[in-house]
Structure formats: C-alpha cells, structure tokens
C-alpha cells in the first residue's frame, strides 16, 4: 500500500533542499525514469530536466528569496493517484507569497510518473467551465435516460471513474453511469452541484473543485474531481474525492 502523506513529505522536501547531489537522489527515488513534470505552459520529462526544473525554482526561491514550500492539510488518495496543496511561506515567518496544487500520478511501485502542478487561482477558460459544468451535470441529471445521454456527450465509451469512497473502478459507460445514480440520494430531492470557482488544467487534464447544495442553499459537501481527456477532449478517466461532506443530510 502506498504511504501517500510520506510520498508528499518527500515531494515537498526536495524544493527547500540546498544540496544538489541530495536533490538529485530524492528525484530519482521519487520519480520514474520516464516521469513527468507538467506546469501550465511547460513540461519537463527525465531526471535531468525535474533536476534542473526543481533546482532553479530553490535558487529562486528558497536560496534567494528566502521562502520554503510547505504542503497544505487536504492531502487525499486512492489508487495511483493523489492530490494536495502546496503554499510558499518565507522562512522567517509571515502570509503565503504563493498557493498552488498537484495531482501526482503513480506506478505500481508508488513512483511518480507525471506530476500536474497548478497555480492558484486557477487562470479562468471559458472552455475549461463548459466542460466542467457539463460534466456536474451528469451528476445532477436525476433522469436515467437525460443523465445516460449526458454521460455520453462528455465520456468517452471506455472511460473510467474512480470514486476515493469506495476505492473502485468503473469502466465504460453503462458502469459509470451506475456509479454516477448510485453516488447521492439527495439529487433526487434536488441537491445539485456547482463548481466553487474556475475550472483549471493543462494538456490533457482538468481539475475542478465543487459544493453540493440544495435548492435553499444549504450545503450538504464539498468535493474535488480531476478528468483526464482524450484526444477529441472526452473524459478518459475521472477521480472523485468528496473532501467533507455533512452528516444526518
């Protein structure tokens, strides 16, 4: 089983260390051969180009610019896949300079083999919102025949969806779907879910954090989903977290 608060620790340690042939270890040890590091506008594969990426981001800013990187308290995962925020502090105390998150995914051996790094806030996409808001509308559609037609808009037919709660994989489409009427009773007594703020993502990826409410506005949960996208932009695998959700609703 993999240790995902000490695979985190280990990530976050390598951006503060000042030694370069420490560094250099903890890369390889953390990440696989092939791995990647992916940001908003670049991307870096191989233990040379993580090694020069991670190193010049010290100099800049831990070496020169006196902050240290410190990971958030929303760690989650399931599977290969796990999630959390980061924040940069200066060292001698004081506000976050900077926020962001990644979406680290794993081998079999619990090796990083991409690295999804975002900035927060998210940069606002008018695409991005409309694949996201289409996609909670799968999970609102109380319909089964609307919710099926919706689910196949944005799904590709072998797609996946991996729910943190039950720590299971459904693939294809009808198994989705399942999962999906399955998740809460309250859509039926008209919970919907929204998005809390912009859509974000790069390449291939979307990431996306939301709220449960009913048609009062009271929440019932908040949650984080992160869709991977084929090549004609249809989700190829979906992971859901719910990170609080409220009981006796």
Known sequence: MINYRDLVERYMAIWNEPDPTARRRAVEELWAPTGEHFVQTYGFQG??????????????????????????????????????????????????ASTGFDVLVLDDEGRILIDHQFNN?????????????????????????????????????????????????????AAVEKVVAAADPRIAAGYRSRRTGDADGHRD????????????GRRAADGFDFLVLDSDGRISAGHRFVERAEPGI
């Open 47 to 96: 233990y040379d180009a993580i090694e020069g990426r991670v190193g010049r981001a010290h100099t800049q800013w831990v070496r020169d610019g006196g902050y240290l990187f410190l990971a958030g308290d929303d760690l989650a995962g399931h599977g290969n896949l796990v999630k959390f925020s980061w924040e940069m502090v200066p060292a001698a105390g004081g506000e976050a």
């Open 121 to 173: 806030p998210a940069v606002p996409s008018v695409e991005r919102n409309e694949l996201a808001d289409r996609y909670l509308a799968v999970w609102n559609e109380p319909d089964q025949a609307r919710r099926r037609e919706r689910l196949a808009a944005v799904w590709a037919p072998g797609g996946t969806l991996v729910d943190a709660e039950t720590g299971g994989t459904a693939s294809g489409l």
């Open 205 to 216: 990826v979307l990431r996306l954090h939301w709220e449960l409410r009913s048609a009062e």
